[in-house]
């Protein structure tokens, strides 16, 4: 064992530990409502967890949320970055969740066609 | 993949005692019954701090803190929180004066004013894994030490950091380490003392159980400072899961090289051995310690030689506590100097103390030093129980004082809690309400010092039996105002004549409570009379004959038919037979029972 080596066990485990900093960049809040399920969402949240897993991203993590009300929307999701408007989606299907991924938090534009609400 | 949710159960021994165990598998069960093991991650944790509020249970990301959580608990918990998002209200945190829902943990006082150095890894991750530990940049400091710094140049961080050691003396560890460093001879030793014996301490064994490895890493970098090759854990066999972890994490360090030949390719050897200690408090003194470690028995020698310059197999040893051992990587990671933002200024860094007695939330906490005693007991210990007033703050166990309200603003520090006549001690924090009676404390802790003195010097065998036994004498109302000076004047003379810190340091909480608390002693002595009827030869039962009806109740619950009287008649109770037990006080509907 170098110190070399113990740097690489630490990079590689460091992001199982993510989620209990509760300091992440990004979260990304699905509403896990009864409707909301019903509409899909756990399978959108897989697919987020997957698609963040895929691309190394450390810095943002998954919560999950009750009803916000909007049943004909669901699954209804939020992203919520520091120091930036709170922006909700509507009817996030799997694709759209990796759409999510790809064009906001990787690259900082909304995806438009989805968005329900922006909370200042 | 990664998870979605990390759920930390708590595993330190007061939530396991309260089936922290079994709410563990029965989550693992319904969690799987569900079909979310993919994506939630159970972790059992080492102890989180709130004991008294256990088992306690932390959901990440959101940092939701569960506590008295029952097994029954767990499918609600799991189909409404894991699955659909909603935190279960009734088992969140409730502060006692507010009733007020707190979700976030952060927000809670107790955890608010608490600085989490040494324990920042307990009750956050699963001790039993290292590479948990190493993702929180575990073995680093030791990396860093051996293939960066000299051992001087460790030494010498150390000691500009200002530690000093947490098992009670206060002495700088750098100096300590310096000193085993120069003193000739070829063979060194460390040894991690994990004797905890103060009643009501167990910071040294959170910090074993909820990280082991930082202990290990502590002693490891220690032994390349001094130059040993070589480390004993001295641990009480009455902690079996403090053993059962440091064994395991003692195990996985030799696999994964940080332990055993060649450390870090630098040439350095280091390994370590557990000593189980039998329980004997004189054992936790150093001198009595090493003689345990080598097969003797567990008797104290004169100071000097210290066991810096001839101490364990009579080669050069550092000493140091478990607390102490915790600082050690997080000063060669940060710097001293970061070390030094916290505290005071003669006591830098933290302290945990094992907060207990009549205080709402008992447990594990960790406080920049030099925070006063009122922040702790108010803010942190979410005040008395049941409203009362405070009393005073015992601190340092048996070989410690009292400290009275009125010197609550004190800051938490080893010069000021001294100048009080108490001592910082290992950590044990003990709040007094009105109703404690400061003579019979004085007598609890010279029953427990007298049993625990190992005999071989007169003033501690005879003296503190003595002293013991004035204090049964005035605590049964034989008590003589003369008894106040000849306890004052053995007391001098213990601390005097005794040879090892138990003698030295045993006669303190009568001297302390005679000092702040003499009216109580001369109440009990001249008035026959428990000011707060805690002492039970000094308190009488007597029935109101104005306010009794005759309902028998009293009677009837008396254990030993002390108590005659037929129905709708007053009743009489029997001195002579009476156990004192307060049973017909209690039971009294109409206030008729009396006690005084």
Known sequence: MKLEDLKKIREKHQKDLILREGDARIRIIVGMGTSGIAAGARETLNAFLEEIDKRGLVDVIVTQAGERGLSSHEPVVTVCEKNKPKIVYGKVTMEIAKKIIAEHIVNGNPVSSHVLEINQ | ?596
Not at chain 2, 32 to 38: F, I, M, P, Q
Not at chain 2, 390 to 398: L, R
Not at chain 2, 404 to 412: I, K, R, S
Request: proline share 5%.
């Open chain 2, 1 to 596: 993949m990664r998870k979605r949710l990390d759920v930390l159960v708590c595993g330190g021994a007061a939530c396991i005692a309260s089936h922290s165990h079994e709410i563990k598998s029965r989550l693992i069960d319904e969690i799987e019954k569900r079909g979310l093991s993919d994506e939630i991650n159970i972790v059992e944790t080492g102890c989180m701090g709130p004991c008294e509020l256990g088992p306690v249970m932390v959901v990440y990301p959101d940092g939701i803190f569960y506590i008295r959580v029952s097994e029954s608990d767990i499918p609600e918990l799991v189909e409404e929180h894991f699955l659909k998002g909603r935190p279960l209200k009734r088992l969140l945190w409730e502060t006692p004066e507010a009733r007020k829902i707190v979700e976030d943990k952060k927000l809670v006082p107790f955890f608010e004013k608490q600085k989490k150095v040494v324990l920042s890894n307990c009750g956050r991750i699963d001790p039993e894994n290292i590479i948990e530990y190493i993702s929180e940049r575990g073995y680093e400091a030791l990396g860093t030490a051996l293939t960066a710094m000299s051992p001087d140049e460790a030494i010498e961080s150390i000691i500009e950091s200002g530690l000093r050691g947490r098992g009670g003396g206060g002495f700088s560890t750098g100096l300590k380490w310096k000193i085993t460093r120069k003193s000739p001879g070829e063979q060194k030793y460390i040894i991690c003392n994990a004797d905890e014996g103060d009643p009501g301490a167990f910071m040294d064994r959170a910090l074993l159980e909820g990280d082991p490895h930082s202990v290990i890493e502590g002693m490891a970098i220690a032994g390349y400072a001094v130059g040993a090759d070589r480390g004993y854990t001295y641990v009480r066999a009455e902690y079996p899961l403090a053993v059962k972890r440091l064994e395991k994490a003692i195990q996985q360090a030799r696999e994964h090289g940080f332990l055993g030949r060649n450390i870090f390719e630098s040439g350095f050897d280091f390994d370590i051995e557990l000593r189980m200690g039998a329980g004997a408090f004189v054992c936790g003194e150093e001198t009595a310690l090493i003689a345990s470690i080598e097969g003797k028995r567990g008797m104290p020698t004169s100071k000097p030689p210290y066991p810096a310059s001839k101490g364990l197999y009579g080669c050069p040893t550092s000493i140091n506590n478990v607390e102490t051992f915790g600082n050690i990587r997080h000063i060669i990671i940060n710097g001293p100097e970061w070390f030094k933002s916290f505290g005071t200024e003669k006591s830098p860094g933290t302290k945990v103390f094992a907060l207990s007695g009549k205080v709402n939330n008992t447990g594990l906490v960790e406080v920049p030093m030099g925070i006063t005693l009122r922040e702790i007991v108010e803010d942190i210990g979410g005040g008395v129980l049941d409203g009362k007033k405070i009393k005073a703050v015992q601190t340092g166990g048996p070989s410690g004082g009292c400290i009275p309200a009125e010197y609550l603003d004190t800051p938490a520090s080893f010069e000021s809690l001294q100048k009080l006549g108490s001592i910082m001690g290992s950590g044990g924090m003990i709040v007094l309400d009105e109703d404690t009676c400061m003579v019979n404390l004085a007598k609890f802790f010279l029953e427990y010092t007298s049993e625990e003195s190992c005999g071989q010097c007169a003033p501690c065998r005879i003296g503190l039996r003595q002293m013991y036994n004035i204090l049964i004498k005035i605590t049964s109302g034989k008590g003589e105002l003369s008894d106040l000076d000849k306890l004052e004047e053995m007391a001098k003379t213990i601390q005097g004549a005794s040879l090892c810190g138990l003698g030295q340091t045993a006669p303190n909480p009568v001297l302390s409570t005679l000092h702040y608390f003499r009216e109580e002693y001369i109440t009990h002595i001249e008035e026959k009379r428990c000011p707060t009827l805690s002492c039970l030869d000094l308190i009488t039962y007597q029935i109101d004959a104005d306010k009794c009806i005759g309902c028998t109740t009293c009677a009837k619950n008396c254990p030993v038919n002390a108590i005659t009287g037929a129905v709708k008649q007053v009743h009489i109770i029997d001195m002579e037979k009476c156990i004192k037990c307060g049973k017909c006080f209690m039971v009294c509907k109409f206030g008729a029972v009396q006690r005084y």
